[in-house]
Each structure stands twice: as structure tokens, then as C-alpha cells.
């Protein structure tokens, strides 16, 4: 028979996160992502749409991924979770002593601007690349199609998840040329006043014969 339990009763949830048993007494309507974020202090899984849509807040639930959002800390007392701060190599002290596969990735691939949307694509390409170590770029796009980024246009996100992939195989591969030029080019001028940088996709302002504005 299922326990009923009202919404405003508080419960001790316990479950190992980020290899870590961590335990706290919360209300029943709890989820899961604000319980790792107001509870346990992991504020690395970010809170976006709060409908499941967006991605921001996946979490993995025992290796698979989830979105926080949608899950109750109660229904994940005693599994295994893993954080975007879980991802890496733990040192002793619990702080994060390299990055992972896909955190370098997504370092080498320039993969990440505003950084918002970031923890739960990596979390979910992690979960991804465990089960298909080898994608495609097609594949790769699929991985990563239920996540939202409002800021890249998606394509250095692809490209890290091959990256990683590659990273996982060879640790020490070298990274792309287009990036390690990127990486080694001066940063560019600030633009003349009166300018305005277009985004990907987007013309510049031009006259009525065709030349810049």
C-alpha cells in the first residue's frame, strides 16, 4: 500500500551524491534539484524553465541523466546522484582535482559562453557517452537535442562532444587546429565606436546601396 505523506511534511532524505553520503530533512514536495542546491549547498546544477524543458538543471540519477526539476527528493532517498561538481577527480579535501572528458572539451572547443546551460549539457553528454563511446556528429547532435542554449548556436557544443569522446579513447590527443589557433590568436580590437558586432547568422545594419551602416 503507497504512504500517503502531505506536502508540507518534512522527511530525512539520504543518498550518495558526488560519492558522498549527504542527508537533510525536507518537505516532501522538495525537488531534487533544489534540495542539491538549497540544501546540500551544490549550486553547480542551475533551476531555468522549471517544466523539464530547458536542461539546465540535469542531474544523473544511478548514471542516468534526469532533470532535477521534475523529480522528488524524496523518490531519490538512497540512490546514487551526480553533479556537474561530481564530474571531475575528487582530491581529498573534495575539491575538483582535473577536469573530466567533457569538461576539457568543452575547455578546448570554446563549447560554453554565458555558462548557464553548461552543467546539464555536461551531465548529459556524460550519461550520453557512456552509452555510445563512439558517436557520430549526427549522433552527437541527437545527444545533445533536449537541451536548450540560448548563447553558442550549438555547433562548439557538437564539436566537444566529439572531442570528449576522442578524449576518452586518448587522453592526451592533441587538440584540434582550428581550436589550438584560436587559443594562440591575440584578442581583437575593440570594434570602432558606433559599430555594433552582429551575432552568427545575423547581417549588419546596411545603407540603401548595400554597404555597411
Avoid at 66 to 95: I, K, N, Y
Amino acid at each position: 500500500m503507497t504512504e500517503k505523506v502531505s506536502a508540507g511534511e518534512r522527511r530525512e532524505v539520504a543518498m550518495t551524491v558526488n560519492a558522498v553520503h549527504r542527508s537533510a530533512a525536507v518537505e516532501a514536495r522538495r525537488t531534487l534539484s533544489d534540495y542539491l542546491r538549497h540544501d546540500l549547498g551544490l549550486t553547480g546544477t542551475h533551476v531555468g524553465c522549471e517544466h523539464g524543458v530547458c536542461g539546465a538543471c540535469t542531474v544523473l540519477l544511478d548514471g542516468e541523466p534526469v532533470r532535477g526539476c521534475l523529480v522528488f527528493a524524496v523518490s531519490a532517498d538512497g540512490h546514487r546522484v551526480t553533479t556537474v561538481e561530481g564530474l571531475g577527480q575528487l582530491d581529498e579535501s573534495g575539491d575538483p582535482a582535473s577536469l573530466s572528458p567533457v569538461q576539457r572539451a568543452f575547455r578546448d572547443c570554446h563549447a560554453l559562453q554565458c555558462g548557464f546551460c553548461t552543467p546539464g549539457f555536461l551531465t548529459t553528454i556524460t550519461a550520453g557517452l557512456a552509452t555510445n563511446p563512439h558517436p557520430t556528429r549526427e549522433q552527437a547532435v541527437e545527444m545533445i537535442a533536449g537541451n536548450l542554449c540560448r548563447c553558442t548556436g550549438y555547433q562548439n557544443i557538437v564539436d566537444a562532444v566529439l572531442r570528449a569522446a576522442e578524449l576518452m579513447s586518448d587522453p592526451d590527443a592533441a587538440q584540434p587546429d582550428r581550436f589550438a589557433e584560436d587559443a594562440d590568436a591575440a584578442p581583437a580590437d575593440d570594434p570602432p565606436a558606433g559599430r555594433r558586432d552582429s551575432r552568427p547568422g545575423e547581417s549588419e545594419p546596411s545603407s540603401a546601396d548595400g554597404t555597411p551602416a
